[in-house]
Antibody, heavy 117, light 107 residues
Framework: QIQLVQSGAEVRRPGSSVNVSCKAS????????ITWVRQAPGQGLEWMGR????????NHAQKFLGRLTITADRSTSTAYMEMSSLTSEDTAVYYC??????????WGQGTTVIVSS | DIQMTQSPSSLSTSVGDRVTITCQAS??????LNWYQQKPGRAPKLLIY???NLQSGVPSRFSGSGSGTDFTLTITSLQPEDLATYYC?????????FGQGTRLDIK
């Protein structure tokens, strides 16, 4: 059974960047889509973007255009989410998730990103 | 963007209760709706996909129905481990959007 293992918690200064990785363990990305979702403290779920590694297709939510970069390395079955120009509003738990049968069926454990001066 | 509105936002329940959560889309999304359960400090878990299909391993007391703009998640005979926050999510269009969540707690 595939698992998605994310990189550890990060603390960043406002204006800096953060890079979060998501590695498939016990399997590969195969033809699946990998989605990034974030959750601010005490808030709901927010879709950020997705990548289809086998096609190289990438889509972002409009609000993140220009400061969100999603990539994937098929050789290591690892996806990456990099966000720049961080503000305190970006403090959240960031999740990667696999799309299967149109549902997000396997999730990473989440990566806490704290943006604070 | 398609707006997803859940009701209620929170619900006080008792073990054994039948629970119904509704989700309304701002436009027709056919059957392109999923339901998730999230417990504190944990990642969400897929319960229902395509509006009414039970994800493998999910107990049969969970069920989903609806199409178009109105959808329902039902839990028959609530169990203690079902206390969590539930989210609907549409995938008819990008960006994927979620409802604001419905939190279940003990009465």
């Amino acid at each position: 059974q595939i698992q998605l293992v994310q990189s550890g918690a990060e603390v960043r200064r406002p204006g800096s960047s953060v890079n979060v990785s998501c590695k498939a363990s016990g399997g590969t990305f195969s033809s699946h889509t990998i989605t990034w979702v974030r959750q601010a403290p005490g808030q709901g779920l927010e879709w950020m973007g997705r990548i289809i590694p086998i096609l190289g297709t990438i889509n972002h939510a409009q609000k993140f255009l220009g400061r969100l970069t999603i990539t994937a390395d098929r050789s290591t079955s690892t996806a990456y989410m990099e966000m720049s120009s961080l503000t305190s509003e970006d403090t959240a738990v960031y999740y990667c998730a696999r799309v299967r049968r149109n549902g997000l069926d396997v999730w990473g454990q989440g990566t806490t990103v704290i943006v604070s001066s | 963007d398609i707006q997803m509105t859940q009701s209620p936002s929170s619900l006080s329940t008792s073990v054994g209760d039948r629970v119904t959560i509704t989700c309304q889309a701002s436009q027709d999304i056919s059957k392109y709706l999923n339901w998730y359960q999230q417990k504190p400090g944990r990642a969400p878990k897929l319960l229902i996909y395509d509006a009414s299909n039970l994800q493998s391993g999910v107990p049969s007391r969970f069920s989903g129905s609806g199409s178009g703009t109105d959808f329902t998640l039902t839990i028959t005979s609530l169990q203690p481990e079902d206390l969590a926050t539930y989210y609907c999510q549409q995938y008819e269009n990008l960006p994927l959007t979620f409802g604001q969540g419905t939190r279940l707690d003990i009465k």
